[in-house]
């Protein structure tokens, strides 16, 4: 059965199978993770990033990891959040699911999700943990590890204090 664990972390430093980029939809790189997953990378992915002709909200694509220790790099894009009635939570739900899938389908046994949409699109904190806390249950049995990579301390407390069993990772 496997973990779901918390981490606070830079995800471009994480060597799991997969870590999840928070893109937007032309897949061509941006600022907070998309940037630093990008020049982590190197330039080999935005070239392939050109080839795959972008990518709607709640939507995911897959693409090789190139110089970061990850084998890939799942792209998803999470919804701007406008309130909470413009089913944000439904395609919320839809970047981890879709990634998930993804994941699978690639043999993926371990992977990291950033906290999608909390940054730029300004999905709030503890309701985007809910979801993704929710999704990663679901499908915690078809990964030997799944690892929500927080980028600060408060963020990891917020996980935690959601998912008391979870493990706590350096
Ligand atoms: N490792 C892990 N998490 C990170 C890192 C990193 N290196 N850098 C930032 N984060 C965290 C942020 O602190 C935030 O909690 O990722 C989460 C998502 O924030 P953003 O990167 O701003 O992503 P998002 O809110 O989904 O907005 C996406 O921002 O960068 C652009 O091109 C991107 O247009 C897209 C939009």
């Known amino acids: 059965m496997g973990r779901i664990c918390i981490v ?58 190139f ?17 909470g009635d413009q089913d ?4 919320l739900r839809d970047c981890y699911v879709n990634s998930f899938k993804l994941a699978t389908e690639q043999g993926c046994r371990t992977i990291a999700f950033p906290a999608i949409s909390t940054g730029v699109y300004g999905y709030p904190k503890r309701k985007a943990a809910i979801e993704a806390l929710s999704v990663m249950g679901d499908w ?12 600060s301390q408060s963020d990891a407390d917020l996980y935690h204090a959601l998912c008391p069993k979870c493990l706590v990772g350096d």
């Not at 110089?67 to 309130?83: K, R, Y």
């Open 8 to 65: 606070t972390a830079d995800i471009t430093r994480l060597k799991v199978d997969a870590i999840v980029n928070a893109a937007n939809s032309t897949l061509l790189g941006g600022g907070g993770v998309d940037g630093a997953i990008h020049r982590a990378a190197g330039a080999e992915l935005l070239a392939y990033c050109r080839t795959l002709g972008g990518c709607p909200t709640g939507e995911s694509r897959i693409t090789p990891g």
């Open 67 to 83: 110089n970061l220790p990850a084998q890939w790099v799942i792209h998803t894009v999470g919804p701007v959040w406008q309130g």
């Open 88 to 91: 944000e939570p439904g395609l």
């Open 140 to 151: 915690h049995d078809r990964f030997d590890e799944i690892t929500a990579c927080c980028f």
